[in-house]
């Protein structure tokens, strides 16, 4: 059983910034994929960015023009940097972690194991 943890989540003003990271634990292999969406009212989930077991990095959309998504191999923990945020960036964004099958081919909320979230609120 892999478990997951995110922390970072906080309350920030329109073009703040914040770093969220996440945990993974009961895994000790070399091949996984890590990622985070977010689920936010307006638009329900959304992947932002994941990294596969080669740290190459992949981004939903348009997140990477202002999020960045890095890795501590050793540590099993991914990080989100967040810049220039804006209010529609609010929400729960949930770290997701795989290491089955094409996992860098599937958005983070496709991935078999999830934390619980944490929350962004970005306010004006």
């Known amino acids: 059983q892999v478990y997951v943890k995110e922390s970072g989540g906080d309350s920030v003003q329109v073009g703040g910034s914040l770093k969220l990271s996440c945990v993974a634990s009961?895994?000790?292999?070399?091949?996984?994929?890590m990622g985070w969406f977010r689920q936010t009212p307006g638009k329900g989930r959304e992947g932002i960015a994941w990294?596969?077991?080669?740290?190459?990095?992949y981004y939903g959309g348009s997140m990477k023009d202002r999020f960045t998504i890095s890795r501590d191999n050793d540590a099993y923990t991914v990080f989100l940097q967040m810049n220039d945020l804006k209010t529609e960036d609010s929400g729960m964004y949930v770290c997701?972690?795989?290491?089955?099958?094409?996992?860098?081919?599937?958005?983070?909320?496709?991935?078999?194991?999830r934390g619980q979230g944490t929350q962004v609120t970005v306010s004006a």
């Open positions: 997701g972690f795989e290491y089955i099958g094409a996992c860098w081919a599937s958005a983070p909320y496709e991935y078999g194991f």
């Open positions: 009961g895994y000790s292999g070399k091949r996984y994929c």
């Open positions: 990294i596969d077991r080669d740290g190459k990095t």
